[in-house]
């Protein structure tokens, strides 16, 4: 099947701990994003990859960490997990950045 | 500063009930505004794409409508299975890269 998974589904985790998040695009598409979903279910960038450049890079703790070994990967990795962190994650996947994107089903992260 | 509100923020329908989302926004050099739905616990699915005002997208019971400063996304003879939040987002103009997305309204269609 043609689509943008990410690994795990789940992660509990307690504070303090590092934990990475896996995504990959079998689309074909040049662009990835890391998106953070809120309680509110308000959608906010965090980074975008465009063929393993890093285009868009917002304002979040330099503990997040993005890495993309190819196009059809983006991987998200976060050092000392604090509470706040606790959220879903989305990893989305486009043909330039003028389309509709493919997001994966998400990543919840607790945090305990 | 650029900005996309929706409303309402919830909403519940008698299915059948026809009715409208709204998604405004205050962005200068629109170059897209896009349509999604999103299931509880998936992730959101694209519907539609408008690049220009008076431009008119469908599907199924859903259309999507564009204005300068608005969007309208109009469910008609809604189903239960149309429940859903329905997600809104502007690109905005070139050297930016970055979606703006509103905060979603939450449709209940009841049967």
């Known amino acids: 099947d043609t689509a943008v998974s990410q690994t795990p589904k789940y992660l509990v985790t307690q504070m303090g701990n590092d934990k990475s998040i896996k995504c990959e695009q079998n689309?074909?598409?040049?662009?990835m994003y890391w998106y953070k979903q809120d309680s509110k279910k308000f959608l906010k960038i965090m980074f975008s990859y465009n063929n393993k450049e890093l285009i868009i890079n917002e304002t979040v703790p330099n503990r997040f960490s993005p890495k993309s070994p190819d196009k059809a990967h983006l991987n998200l990795h976060i050092n000392s997990l604090e509470l706040g962190d606790s959220a879903v994650y989305f990893c989305?996947?486009?043909?330039?950045?003028?389309?509709?994107?493919?997001f994966g089903s998400g990543t919840r992260l607790t945090v305990v | 500063e650029d900005q996309v509100t929706q409303s309402p923020e919830a909403l519940r329908l008698q299915e059948g009930e026809s009715s409208s989302l709204n998604c405004s926004y205050t962005?200068?050099?629109?170059?897209?505004l896009f349509w999604y739905r999103q299931d509880p616990g998936k992730g959101p699915e694209f519907l539609f794409t408008?690049?220009?005002a008076g431009e008119e997208k469908e599907k199924e019971r859903l259309k999507a409508t564009l204005t300068k400063k608005e969007s309208f996304l109009h469910i008609t003879a809604p189903k239960p299975e149309d429940s859903a939040t329905y997600l809104c987002a502007v690109h905005p103009p070139p050297g930016t890269y970055k979606y703006i997305f509103g905060t979603g309204t939450r449709l209940k269609v009841l049967a």
């Open positions: 962005v200068s050099g629109l170059r897209g």
């Open positions: 689309l074909g598409h040049d662009t």
């Open positions: 989305a996947s486009s043909q330039g950045q003028i389309y509709g994107y493919t």
């Open positions: 408008l690049y220009s």
